[in-house]
């Protein structure tokens, strides 16, 4: 065990420690090198989570049952710890009977909540705080409740027993303050999940609930403190967390009007195909839209400052010049607005693939809440091979922001012209240039010469085994700093091909498809209590609810990915705080911003005062402490029994790997990072196009009704189901397709010089294959731009024969790869196939292939068969999702996937809440 942590070589006792609370106090306590002593009143639960704390490297642990609400069994507990523990942690409480008041309870309740919340922790100390004086150490914390602070009309017995307890807390407290004895009392109000939660019908939590791990934190803050204060009490109370709250009439509005915007402009070319009625329907749109906007300042430097391109115009010099690029030679690529409030400056850029540009810079001020006056400084003509014509400047003018959100602007000018431009996304840019330009085609990244494949032939030539192009450490080598404080490279990012190799051959064992359905029963157990928080949910708000289902999916697939990975639970399923899923997400942006833009990481360097540099260095700070705790979790597995228990899970292949702690580090937060998220998002967008598509989710209704698996009546998801569900099968593929989570793809460099699609390319090119362009191109697919399922099944023999191909794939163990055995699409030939490649291919392709597509597969059937879904109104239409696509390492949608999930009925499946 690694030295220097908190609780090293003391015993720790928990009473009610079988789960909530006292379950989450072990995991911690586990953490911090505490030797545990778990009490409970039945072996029910406790002896699985004492295992799991020796997973994490809990250096003993003890399991006694003790019936609380018996004096004589207390007391002997109690003399049985004299001597033994340095911490006392008094937890177990009941809550018993019903929610009546003072005048219509039971006295028999009354005594039993005495006994068990009073008595039996107030024995304890009697007999436990003179021995720890006598040694001059301890510490001795009560788990109370608010009801002893605030206490309303009802629970007045409850109330009772916790003021009892408080009171001989806080007297004790004063008895041995001065004598090295810490006594606390932690009161904390409806902890979700608790026994009182559920007695109270309020399992779940709900609006104010605390999670039991908050309360388990709070507790281990009183061991944090220094030694020169004493912490007396910790009162917690719900609603620290803004609520996110539902949208308003207004900013539904507001929705419904910009999707009408986006649509209205939709195919028009940017305004060189627009007749005088869609003109119209454009300017109503955007008057509508400014007015709900109420004439909110728009124009400052936050919501300006961006590079703005051209969505839709009237402006008569921008479309002549798009319209009548070719009579010059050229084609008329994409406009820009560039705008730097800071340095008062604008340019207007319109492009001429490859090299071409016509740029007018400008200066600007800003002159009031709308408006922003601009004069021309200069104008260039920049022509292929370096050459450039300066233009002298000529004029000046204004534009009013009448509309602006974070990615869409409308602005009238001086001369009565509108302009609607927005943001773009990476991905998008890679798509729509690879759909202009074909199968490869030129860009620059700072100095980097940039060469894009749109072609699948060409891509699987680069990725092939023959080539083996290394990564592009231009484009790799930022995310060095997330996966280890010393820059070692993970297998996923390195430069050394023998030390991928070695990686990759120690873990490719734990992904046979063998191995992969180890992982079955914990991922139905994740899943279907994540699925019953969202059912409680929705059955304390009338049998609907809405939840943003990539989240739910996180939630799952980081707890999979903790246990397959390291043997550690997060316990993200309970929808307890976890500091990953806060940190991960927002690092992740900052890393893809940092690939196409490197400047980014030397003005954190620069600035490292600023809000956004100190954030980004606590968030890898926070990954990185994780990253340990996964390491001495892997480093805790004992290697013999694994090996004579046949143990090929992934932990296991690492643990055996022949790598020390500064290598072993990186390769655990790769696995980590790329093992969660993608799937999730995979999942949460397959979601979102059931939700979408109404036909489809009948189709999928009845398929799984077929097969028992919807509904109330419905039975446990088996692995079998997996494959026979050949429909859910066709909308996860299509999904993937559409919505690639992987959009960019792969990123090679040409170490020597070589030849692709006909051109030499030199030596040290980096070679860009975005997946987005092969997945989504209507060069290699038939309506390229829809979600249809069914280009994936045929009716007759294909589909049986893929069905069996993928009942081998996922049921029959022969390791191979399911993308490869799933349907084939109608009407295509087999090459064409080829462009279907989420999960990239050759050699580096995604090794965790086989557990993303069980994941997803056993989410959506479980979801399915669980809720209704429906997409909710604040989403709004999928020209406005498709707008708030972001890229960040993954595509996903920049507001979250909202769905309304009505209940089907089914009861809980799990023993937690
Ligand atoms: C739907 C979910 C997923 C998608 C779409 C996906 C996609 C991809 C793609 C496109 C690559 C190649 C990246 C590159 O060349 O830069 C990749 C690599 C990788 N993926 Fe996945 N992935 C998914 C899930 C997973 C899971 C669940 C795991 C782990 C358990 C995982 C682990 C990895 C690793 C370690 C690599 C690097 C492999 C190497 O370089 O040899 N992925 N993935």
């Given at each position: 065990m690694p030295a220097g942590k908190l609780l090293e070589n003391q015993t720790v006792l928990i009473t009610g420690a079988s789960r909530g609370v006292g379950e989450c106090l072990a995991h911690c306590l586990a953490h911090e090198g505490a030797r545990l002593i778990l009490v409970a009143e039945s072996d029910d639960g406790l002896k699985e989570v004492a295992e799991r704390c020796k997973a994490e490297g809990c250096p003993g642990v003890e399991v006694q049952t003790c019936d609380l609400s018996d004096p004589a069994a207390v007391q002997k507990l109690a003399d049985g710890m004299k001597g033994k523990v340095d911490?006392?942690?008094?937890?177990?409480?009941?809550?018993?009977?019903?929610?009546?008041?003072?005048?219509?309870?039971?006295?028999?309740?009354?005594?039993?909540?005495?006994?068990?919340?009073?008595?039996?922790?107030?024995?304890?100390?009697?007999?436990?705080?003179?021995?720890?004086?006598?040694?001059?150490?301890?510490?001795?914390?009560?788990?109370?409740?608010?009801?002893?602070?605030h206490t309303g009309p009802r629970h007045a017995a409850y109330a009772a027993s916790k003021y009892a307890l408080r009171g001989f807390c806080k007297s004790t407290y004063e008895a041995v303050r001065g004598s090295g004895v810490r006594v606390m009392t932690v009161s904390a109000g409806n902890i979700s999940g608790t026994a009182m939660a559920e007695e109270t019908g309020k399992a779940g939590g709900g609006q104010g609930a605390i999670e039991p791990q908050d309360v388990a934190?709070?507790?281990?803050?009183?061991?944090?403190?220094?030694?020169?204060?004493?912490?007396?009490?910790?009162?917690?109370?719900?609603?620290?967390?803004?609520?996110?709250?539902?949208?308003?009439?207004?900013?539904?509005?507001?929705?419904?009007?910009?999707?009408?915007?986006?649509?209205?402009?939709?195919?028009?070319?940017?305004?060189?195909?627009?007749?005088?009625?869609?003109?119209?329907?454009?300017?109503?749109?955007?008057?509508?839209?400014?007015?709900?906007?109420?004439?909110?300042?728009?124009?400052?430097?936050?919501?300006?400052?961006?590079?703005?391109?051209?969505?839709?115009?009237?402006?008569?010099?921008?479309?002549?010049?798009?319209?009548?690029?070719?009579?010059?030679?050229?084609?008329?690529g994409e406009v820009y607005q560039v705008i730097?409030?800071?340095?008062?400056?604008?340019?207007?850029?319109?492009?001429?693939?490859?090299?071409?540009?016509?740029?007018?810079?400008?200066?600007?001020?800003?002159?009031?809440?709308?408006?922003?006056?601009?004069?021309?400084?200069?104008?260039?003509?920049?022509?292929?091979?370096?050459?450039?014509?300066?233009?002298?400047?000529?004029?000046?003018?204004?534009?009013?922001?009448?509309?602006c959100d974070d990615d869409l602007r409308v602005a009238q000018d001086s001369r009565g012209d509108t302009l609607v431009v927005n943001v773009q996304n990476v991905h998008r840019f890679f798509q729509s240039n690879?759909?202009?330009?074909?199968?490869?085609?030129?860009?620059?990244?700072?100095?980097?010469?940039?060469?894009?494949?749109?072609?699948?032939?060409?891509?699987?030539?680069?990725?092939?085994?023959?080539?083996?192009?290394?990564?592009?450490?231009?484009?790799?080598?930022?995310?060095?700093?997330?996966?280890?404080?010393?820059?070692?490279?993970?297998?996923?990012?390195?430069?050394?091909?023998?030390?991928?190799?070695?990686?990759?051959?120690?873990?490719?064992?734990?992904?046979?498809?063998?191995?992969?359905?180890?992982?079955?029963?914990?991922?139905?157990?994740?899943?279907?209590?994540?699925?019953?928080?969202?059912?409680?949910?929705?059955?304390?708000?009338?049998?609907?609810?809405?939840?943003?289902?990539?989240?739910?999916?996180m939630r799952i697939t980081l707890d999979v990915i903790g246990q397959t990975l390291a043997g550690y639970d997060f316990h993200a399923?309970?929808?307890?705080?976890?500091?990953?899923?806060?940190?991960?997400?927002?690092?992740?942006?900052?890393?893809?911003?940092?690939?196409?833009?490197?400047?980014?990481?030397?003005?954190?360097?620069?600035?490292?005062?600023?809000?956004?540099?100190?954030?980004?260095?606590?968030?890898?700070?926070?990954?990185?402490?994780?990253?340990?705790?996964?390491?001495?979790?892997?480093?805790?597995?004992?290697?013999?029994?694994?090996?004579?228990g046949g143990d090929t899970s992934l932990r296991a292949c690492l643990a055996r790997a022949p790598i020390k702690d500064d290598l072993l580090r990186p390769q655990l937060a790769a696995y980590l990072v790329a093992g969660f998220e993608t799937t999730a998002h995979s999942i949460a967008w397959a979601l979102y196009e059931i939700a979408s598509h109404p036909e489809v989710q009948a189709k999928l209704g009845a398929e799984l009704a077929a097969r028992g698996l919807l509904g109330p009546g419905a039975r446990p998801l088996e692995f079998s189901d997996l494959a026979e569900l050949s429909y859910l099968n066709c909308v996860l593929k299509e999904s993937m397709r559409l919505h690639p989570v992987a959009s960019s793809g792969t990123v090679r460099k040409a170490d020597k010089a070589l030849t692709l699609g006909g051109y030499r390319l030199s030596a040290g090119t980096i070679i860009w294959c975005p997946l987005i362009s092969l997945l989504t191109s209507?060069?290699?697919?038939?309506?390229?731009?829809?979600?249809?399922?069914?280009?994936?099944?045929?009716?007759?023999?294909?589909?049986?024969?893929?069905?069996?191909?993928?009942?081998?794939?996922?049921?029959?163990?022969?390791?191979?790869?399911?993308?490869?055995?799933?349907?084939?699409?109608?009407?295509?030939?087999?090459?064409?196939?080829?462009?279907?490649?989420?999960?990239?291919?050759?050699?580096?392709?995604?090794?965790?292939?086989?557990?993303?597509?069980?994941?997803?597969?056993?989410?959506?059937?479980?979801?399915?068969?669980?809720?209704?879904?429906?997409v909710a109104p604040r989403m709004g239409n999928r020209e406005a999702v498709r707008g708030a696509e972001v890229m960040k390492l993954t595509l996903q949608c920049k507001t979250g996937i909202h769905l309304g999930l009505k209940s089907r009925g089914r009861a809980a499946t799990s023993d937690s809440p």
């Open positions: 911490v006392a942690i008094m937890n177990a409480g009941v809550f018993a009977g019903s929610e009546e008041d003072v005048l219509k309870g039971n006295p028999e309740d009354w005594e039993r909540m005495m006994k068990i919340n009073a008595l039996a922790p107030m024995r304890m100390i009697r007999t436990l705080a003179p021995d720890m004086c006598s040694k001059g150490k301890g510490a001795i914390v009560c788990i109370g409740d608010v009801e002893a602070v934190e709070a507790v281990m803050l009183s061991f944090r403190c220094s030694p020169n204060c004493v912490a007396e009490e910790i009162r917690l109370f719900g609603g620290g967390a803004a609520k996110p709250a539902a949208p308003s009439a207004e900013e539904l509005a507001r929705a419904a009007a910009r999707s009408r915007l986006l649509d209205a402009v939709k195919d028009q070319q940017r305004g060189l195909k627009t007749s005088k009625q869609q003109r119209d329907e454009v300017l109503a749109a955007a008057a509508e839209l400014a007015e709900l906007q109420g004439g909110a300042a728009t124009t400052d430097a936050d919501s300006l400052s961006a590079t703005w391109q051209l969505v839709w115009t009237t402006e008569k010099e921008t479309l002549f010049i798009l319209e009548n690029a070719r009579w010059f030679g050229t084609a008329a730097d409030v800071a340095e008062q400056y604008l340019q207007n850029v319109i492009t001429f693939p490859l090299e071409g540009a016509f740029i007018v810079d400008s200066d600007i001020a800003i002159e009031g809440d709308q408006r922003t006056a601009f004069k021309f400084s200069g104008a260039t003509l920049q022509l292929p091979l370096g050459r450039a014509l300066s233009l002298p400047p000529f004029g000046q003018g204004w534009f009013d922001t009448i509309y690879s759909h202009k330009y074909g199968a490869i085609w030129r860009m620059r990244i700072l100095n980097n010469k940039v060469v894009v494949l749109g072609d699948p032939r060409l891509v699987l030539a680069v990725v092939s085994r023959k080539n083996e192009l290394q990564k592009a450490p231009e484009i790799y080598d930022t995310v060095d700093y997330l996966f280890s404080p010393t820059g070692r490279r993970s297998f996923f990012n390195t430069h050394d091909a023998e030390e991928w190799r070695l990686v990759r051959k120690s873990t490719a064992p734990a992904f046979s498809l063998d191995n992969i359905r180890k992982a079955f029963p914990l991922l139905m157990r994740t899943t279907n209590e994540v699925c019953d928080v969202l059912a409680a949910r929705a059955a304390a708000n009338g049998g609907e609810v809405e939840a943003e289902v990539a989240e739910a999916g399923r309970t929808y307890a705080r976890c500091e990953l899923l806060e940190a991960i997400p927002p690092l992740l942006a900052e890393f893809t911003m940092r690939s196409t833009n490197p400047l980014r990481a030397l003005l954190h360097a620069l600035l490292p005062f600023k809000q956004e540099s100190r954030l980004f260095r606590q968030r890898v700070k926070t990954c990185h402490k994780w990253w340990d705790t996964l390491l001495a979790s892997v480093r805790s597995l004992d290697l013999a029994a694994a090996d004579a209507s060069h290699n697919w038939e309506r390229a731009e829809d979600f249809w399922p069914e280009r994936w099944a045929d009716e007759g023999a294909a589909a049986a024969a893929a069905a069996a191909a993928q009942r081998q794939a996922l049921g029959g163990g022969d390791g191979a790869a399911p993308c490869a055995s799933a349907p084939t699409p109608l009407g295509h030939a087999a090459q064409v196939a080829k462009s279907y490649l989420p999960f990239s291919d050759g050699p580096r392709d995604c090794i965790g292939q086989n557990l993303a597509l069980m994941e997803a597969r056993a989410v959506l059937a479980t979801m399915l068969g669980r809720f209704e879904l429906s």
